[in-house]
């Protein structure tokens, strides 16, 4: 008879089963059972987000931040709930193919053998719907799935799925991904068991899609672990240095171009809403103004004047062009050429072999410096840096997060991380009280939706009251010294 997962009020989580490990030859799939490794010792907060899912009727999403675990804590909750149900069908998505990847490893020492699905059909399509029918008969009592989204989507793999039945978990890795409109159509309501992932849930410019993924993973966060809380335990500490850049005249100019047309469609807000396509072009055009203001590669080639010498930096830049050429590799040339230091783009350029070999020469300090737009902001593991350097600012939380996540993965070489963040500034702000009061309140607004981020860095660092005097500057000058 099959146990009764614990109601809200009365949630509690079984101990870890005494397991012994399966012999590596055993192929055959009834062998497979999510399993604890024993040797696993799962953290007090793991276990704090284990039972809130619990007592949410196992749906719910983990507001984690990076490197704290989080696919850790969801095999051992599917560890958990396979112990209840004594039969567990095991579906995960993930974003991306390297995030697939790692998962793997990790699925594999909890005891499964996962059928892992995004490259050709033909290697997975008939071992699932075999898997399926069997699960559904009775006649095997677990598999495990792991894809990609963009495969869980197809329509080969949504036609098995959608005959699946039963006691099924659908576990989602940075699930925020799924609030898209046409993600969205793919959650099956069938699925009784569901866990979302996410350091960043929250989609932006997207309330509705955000709303619709919460609502889909048993309707709130069920557990939160912020980088507050990790940082000093599981990430490292770290130094945070603001940098103000201003803005070139005809940079200015083309600013205040496109934030005109901005205004005379949202003359009364200060903050327009991205769901309104005749507005989202505005806003991504003015954004790239910012994020690729020239003036940032003079002051790279300023700071790293003194870490020519030094490996494990990364640079975050932007993914168009600067006076005809492309930012990323304006800085390639900046830091290969004149500061002849070893560099290497890690783009969408490079294939995952050759991705591989970066990180592999990026970890013993033989490559210098990767250069970045976003291939490192999700999922990829390079705990060996120690200085990034965000060219392409963004007021979107979800990417400075996963940037700040990224450098504070800890390192046996790495004591600290240290954060330059270029801050760009319409002018100079010496040149702000000369400016009249339109213009002066339109360039107020930009400054504080930006200051939050940049603020956000200050709080945690090392050095916060010393970035926080930086930060002061500007607020001065805008007359945001209240925030």
């Known amino acids: 008879m099959k146990k009764k997962i614990p109601d809200n009020k009365k949630g509690s989580i079984i101990s870890v089963p005494e397991v012994s490990y399966i012999e590596e030859n055993i192929k055959e799939i009834y062998e497979y059972y999510p399993l604890i490794p024993p040797h696993y010792q799962i953290r007090e907060y793991q276990q704090n987000a284990i039972k809130n899912w619990f007592r949410n009727n196992c749906k719910g999403l983990l507001e984690m931040a990076t490197g704290t675990g989080k696919t850790i804590t969801a095999l051992s909750a599917i560890a958990k709930l396979g112990e209840v ?250 830091l290969g050429t004149d500061l002849n230091m070893k560099v290497h783009t890690f783009t969408s350029r490079e294939d995952g072999k050759t991705r591989k070999k970066l990180l592999d020469r990026f970890e013993t300090g033989e490559l210098q410096t990767l250069v970045a737009i976003k291939c490192l902001d999700e999922g990829v593991d390079v705990p060996a840096t120690q200085r990034a350097f965000i060219l392409a600012s963004s007021t979107n939380p979800r990417e400075f997060i996963q940037r700040r996540g990224r450098v504070l993965r800890k390192h046996p070489n790495k004591k600290y991380s240290y954060i330059h963040d270029f801050i760009v500034i319409p002018r100079m702000l010496k040149d702000i009280k000369f400016i009249e009061p339109s213009v002066f309140n339109t360039e107020r607004n930009m400054i504080k939706r930006e200051l939050k981020r940049f603020s956000e860095f200050a709080d945690l660092a090392l050095n916060g009251p010393q970035a926080h005097q930086k930060l002061n500057e500007i607020k001065h000058a805008y007359n945001l010294l209240d925030m």
Not at 161 to 186: C, M, N, T, W, Y
Not at 257 to 271: L, N, Q
Not at 283 to 288: C, H, K, Q, S, T
């Open 85 to 334: 149900t004594q039969r567990l069908a095991v579906i995960i998505v993930c974003p991306y193919t390297h995030l697939v990847d790692q998962w793997v490893k990790d699925i594999i020492l909890f005891n499964m053998s996962p059928i892992v699905a995004y490259r050709s059909r033909k290697l997975w399509e008939n071992d699932l719907a075999n898997y399926v029918s069997a699960f559904n008969t009775g006649g095997l009592n677990h598999f495990c799935l792991i894809t990609t989204n963009a495969t869980y989507a197809t329509a080969t793999m949504q036609q098995v799925i959608s005959s699946l039945k039963g006691d099924v978990v659908f576990v989602a890795d940075e699930a925020h991904h799924l609030g898209a409109e046409k993600s969205r159509k793919h959650l099956n309501e069938n699925f009784p068991y569901r866990l979302a992932l996410s350091a960043t849930p929250n989609r932006w410019f997207d309330d509705e899609g955000t709303t619709a993924l919460i609502n889909y993973f048993g309707g709130k966060v069920v557990f939160e672990f912020g980088l507050n809380q990790a940082i000093g335990q599981f990430l490292t500490e770290y130094y945070y240095y603001p940098h103000i850049i201003a803005l070139d005249e005809d940079e200015s100019e083309k600013y205040f171009e496109i934030t005109r047309k901005i205004m005379k469609i949202y003359p009364k807000e200060d903050t327009p809403s991205a769901d309104n396509k005749s507005i989202e072009g505005l806003l991504i055009e003015r954004a790239r103004v910012i994020n690729h203001a020239r003036n940032k590669l003079w002051k790279l080639k300023e700071i790293m004047q003194g870490h020519k010498d030094e490996s494990h930096n990364i640079v975050y830049c932007g993914d168009s062009n600067v006076d005809g050429e492309k930012q990323l590799d304006a800085v390639v040339k900046l």
